[in-house]
């Protein structure tokens, strides 16, 4: 059911895209030497398969409340073994996602009580982090970067990490996120969109 808006450009590729931006975002999470481990939220027996099969831990969406509210939920399985420990939330549709600079990112957010990055639209949010012993309190969804920032987030604005901000919602999106260069089960199945037309 994700990526709705995406059905334009993708047509029945849409879900098959969809999981494979959730894949290559959580394959790029696990290879970056600042992440101990992923948790991923879902409820959908086909991405939770694959996603273990990474290495993920998946946790059903028990909540059921919407994106926040799994985020939350999400963070708290993540504290399960290790209570207080710095937690990170990202979208699961960054397919350009490079470990290092899910590095830098990472270890620039590690000076704040909550960080974020916001998207390459400068309007939502790609990335919150909460440090040892503080909520997460996720807020994302439409013009998050200004929810975020209003609840005392600290912006993390470094240069050379476009790839932890180019999520993918449109064909553009996509488009954009290609000339990052994709990951291995995205580009798989990208097709570039070709424009005809008549002088």
Known sequence: ?????LAAAAGAARSDLALAFALDT???????TAVRDVVVVTDDPVAAGELAGLGARVVPDSPA????AALSHGARAAREGRP???VAAMNADLP??????????????AAFQRA???????????LLSAARGVELAPAFGGPSRARHSASGAVEIALEGVDSVRRDVD??????????????????????????????
């Not at 996509?174 to 097709?191: I, N, P, S």
């Open 84 to 86: 207080g420990a710095p």
């Open 96 to 109: 350009a996602l490079r470990p290092g600079e899910l590095r830098r990112v990472l270890d620039s957010a």
């Open 116 to 126: 974020f990055v916001a998207d390459a639209a400068g309007i939502g949010t790609t």
């Open 1 to 5: 059911m994700a990526k709705s808006r």
């Open 26 to 32: 959580v394959a790029g999470a696990l290879a970056c």
């Open 170 to 199: 449109t064909g553009e999106d996509l488009a954009a996120a290609a000339e990052l260069g994709l990951g291995g089960r995205t580009a798989r199945l990208y097709r570039p969109v070709r424009v005809v037309g008549r002088l």
């Open 65 to 68: 409340a919407g994106l926040n």
